[in-house]
């Protein structure tokens, strides 16, 4: 079958599609005309049956106007002629049933329409009726009358023209509803002829892509015959006169002219591949001659050729830069003759080994001619061929260590040298002294330790570079007044060390004095530096060896303890053995420790000691002190409450010494059958916990106990924490029902303003205060001066420490109002002691001294 030319079956493609798009358009746009007739012919329908409603109501409202006016005029016994406007009802009714563009109504909702006419009928006969009964009826009956008529019109105004107007929008939204529905109709036919359009094209798409392929295909066919020399004759294809014709008509000239350089190309290739052999092989062998040559020039180490003899026969760039000699001035004698600088007979055993064994290594430092300098390098001799033989060479590669061994040298001296001072560092001393003690463990020495106090402050102030230049300085009289070659180093930020040896062991504690004494002397001289005369400050201490401590981190620790121990007292000082200061700052650790856990152990109590009335010897109440009995030792609360307050543990052992005594306190309360009160010093951690207030008013009601009954003791130095809010705390807790009082008044620093801006009831005076008044006048002055300050203030007063006779005599002639606590009534003791004494009610009266005649200051 003979086809059309590729572009007339593209064209008559290309018509199709627009033949078939045409169509499409002129359909979807009779569609759309019928649906806006449809829809237009609905909206005139709805807008007639509308406008005829609204004249039909506006004549009737005409005639309800006129009905109402004739009626308002309806008189008793008159007679009234009412036909014209029985007439005009009838003719509005007869409109509604005839109407025209009624009919739509009529049709689909008759009950409306006819309803409508039929109340219009009524009130025609109503009308007539109400005329003619007006004329037998009273003033009353006409009224009623006229009511019934007003109410029968405003019923048709309202009920039935808006029945008929509901009726018709509903006509309306029927109509639209079966728009919608002939529209979703209409969208579902274009959705299938849309999808029938793009089917149809798909077709028409595959009908060409499967014409076009198939003639390609018959062309590749042809070409390939053509090519494989099957097809000498024209065909088909070739006949054509379109494209694919003149394609298959230049592939068959193509062949032909190949099939002509066929014969030629396998000549020449035979020619060619003998070349090729010999050009590939010559190429090699410039491209390794050229390799070889690159390699020995450009290489950065140097390498050198020698012969069996070991003279260099040529030496690269490399080598005679490093060498720094000529390639004549190498070859006048043997390479390791130079190298090593000695004569042929040291170098011979080294050259005999080279030719036996085939290579020799090794690292060496010589002496370049040229300049004398000296360099350290890597030698490595390789020998190339048979040296039995005579033939052959040795090739010689050398290796620049110089500056490695430089580098590392300067990284050792890093290593161990502190940058700012350069003494040793704290790394390499303990190395070397660790060593010492391993080199020669009977050769006993001091390790001295030299602490700046305050330093930081030069620092904050100079800044850290002139604290440097400082630092300098203090390194320079170590280094004067210490031997040569001794150890002395930086062992911390402002910390040296050094050691001391002694040629007689006996004296070395001796010695070491003296040495402590000369180093704190010279280091406390004032520096002058930039204009600035600085005073220094430091603390010195020592250990020894091996009586101490017998590795070197074991003295540092301890030395480090005791200049810890002098800059607590205040620094500036020296201390003599450090190791005492180590055991306490061990106790302390262990203390630390064990204190965290001494809740959990149950190895903490609570003790009492009583307050009593000076005037009658009555028991007042207590005030509740912690003891902790750790490992059967009972230890000191001087030495365990300042470890508690450090690691903010008080608070919490406050708050369950305080749940302690709050349940005591109310067993005892309730065997006595009377109020004692409990005194317990708070510290500040506890009181500016969030809601302390809450939490101390849930403890003391769980134990039963009034708040009335505590009383929360502060000293004066907890003012400096955070006065504020620590003014805020204590009015809470007033306002709570907690008594305040302040402990050891008068030793601390506050102001007296406290005693006015504080909810403060309740002084303590300390101990100090009391101890001299039996035999000091001016001790009693000063307690008098206090006591009368209390009084003019209302405060209540306890009196703490008294421990004698004599001194509650001289407290008994201030008063009989004060309290008095103290070892002269008791000692604290614990609960157990306590339950004793209650277990038969209230407890005895202590005994008190009477005020002799003229002597009370009450």
Known sequence: MRLLPLPLQFLLFILIQLALSVALVFYLGSLAQSNLETFAEASRGFVETHKSIEQIRNQYAGIAAKIEQKTASFSPGDRENVSDLSTELKQVASAVRGSVALAPLRENYPGAVGQLADDIDTQSQALIQASQEVASADREQVRRIQARMAEERARITTSGFGELIDAANRELESTMRSIRVANAAVIDNYQLILILFVGLQALLLIAVLWLVNRQIRQLADVTEGIVAGELAGPRGQQKRHDQLGRIARAVQRFRSSLVSLSNSREQLQTMLKKHDKESQHRRRAEDSLRLTASVFDEVQEAVLVTDIQGKVARANPAARELLNLTETQLGERPLLEILLAQPAKVVAPIWKHVLEKGEWRSEIEFTRPSDQRTLIALVSIRLVGEAREKRGHVIVVINDHTEIREHEREILALARQDRVTDLLNRSYFVQQVDSQIQTYPDQPFALIAVGLDGFTAFNEALGRRFGDRILRVIADRLSEITASGSLVARIDGDEFAYLLFSDNSDKLEQEADAAMQTCFQQVTRRVELAGYRLDIRASVTATYFPTEGRSAETLLRITDN???????????????????????AQRRFELTQALGKALGNRELRVHYQPQVALGSGALMGFEALMRWRYRGEWISPAEFIPIAEEHNMIGELTEWALGQACRRVADWQRQAGEEFSISINVPPQLLLLDKIEERLVALARSAGLPTS??????????????????SGRLHLL???????????????????????????????????????????????????????????????????GVESPQQLVELRKFGSRLQVQGFVFSRPFDEDYWDGEFMHGKPARYPVPEIPPGKSAD
């Open 562 to 584: 005791g200049l810890s121990q002098a800059k607590a007292e205040g620094g500036n000082r020296i201390v003599g053995h450090a190791e005492g200061h180590t055991h306490a």
């Open 709 to 726: 009954s505590i009383i929360l003791e502060i000293t004066e130095s907890d003012f400096g924490s955070d006065p504020a809010m620590l």
């Open 734 to 800: 007033a306002m709570r029902g907690f008594s305040i009082a302040i402990d050891d008044f008068g030793t601390g620093h506050s102001s007296l303003a406290y005693l006015n801006n504080l909810p403060i009831s309740k002084l303590k005076i300390d101990k100090q205060f009391v101890d001299a008044i039996a035999t000091d006048e001016d001790a009693r002055k000063l307690l008098g001066s206090i006591l009368a300050m209390a009084e003019k203030l209302e405060f209540e007063v306890v009196v703490e």
